[in-house]
């Protein structure tokens, strides 16, 4: 496929009423650019890893009413789920496009992974000044890394069962990069290489 980026009608798509006609949207529309964005990724991370990394992509599977309000793909290095490990992704909500490294509320060790971000805090001053940080994979909000307060951020992913931690970057909807297919994929792979270092020091905790 030609990959354009993302259209209007694509964000329209969390505006569908009703969980079977919005997952028949999401596979029309969206999935087919997943798969062609997360291949790509995939790839990437792969090689610049050196180590086999699986696309999966969010089935919404669980969901008998309320249609989800996002959905995404997610890079990680087992080929069976992505929840429980250190996860790269691409996803879109009804008005941005969101590029994460992110450390959800299942992983096993995220304790001592956020406790070797807070004694790594450094790391964190050499990405992009544009990065944003969530909290809450569930919530479209996000913080900007240049006035995050990271250790209270990260004493909170450490000390808090549900916390979470997610760090990359928003691309709004009406951003014109979005409907440049080269640009935005260029966009995509330089956000996740410089969130590489933080994914290796973050696995030295996970094995």
Not at 178 to 206: M, N, R, W
Request: without cysteine; hydrophobic residues 40%.
């Amino acid at each position: 496929m030609t990959f354009n980026g993302f259209t209007q009608q694509d964000f329209a798509t969390f505006m569908i009423p009703g969980l079977a006609e919005r997952m028949e949207a999401i596979e029309t529309r969206i999935r087919p650019k997943f798969r062609y964005i997360g291949q790509r990724a995939t790839d990437q991370l792969s090689m610049q890893l050196n180590q086999e990394m699986f696309l999966h992509i969010a089935k919404h599977a669980r969901r008998t009413v309320n249609p989800p309000q996002d959905t995404w793909l997610a890079i990680a290095n087992n080929k069976r789920g992505y929840k429980k490990h250190p996860h790269f992704q691409v996803g879109i909500f009804d008005d941005h496009i969101f590029i994460w490294l992110a450390f959800i509320y299942e992983l096993p060790n995220k304790s001592q992974i956020a406790s070797t971000f807070m004694s790594e805090q450094e790391m964190f001053d050499e990405l992009p000044n544009d990065f944003v940080v969530s909290l809450d994979h569930m919530k479209k909000d996000a913080t900007p890394l240049a006035t995050l307060d990271k250790e209270a951020a990260l004493k909170r992913f450490r000390d808090v069962k549900k916390a979470e931690f997610l760090i990359g970057r928003h691309i709004k909807k009406d951003d014109p990069i979005l409907q440049d297919g080269t640009a935005l994929l260029t966009k995509i792979e330089s956000t996740f290489d410089a969130l590489v270092p933080l994914y290796k020091l973050a696995y030295q905790d996970f094995n």
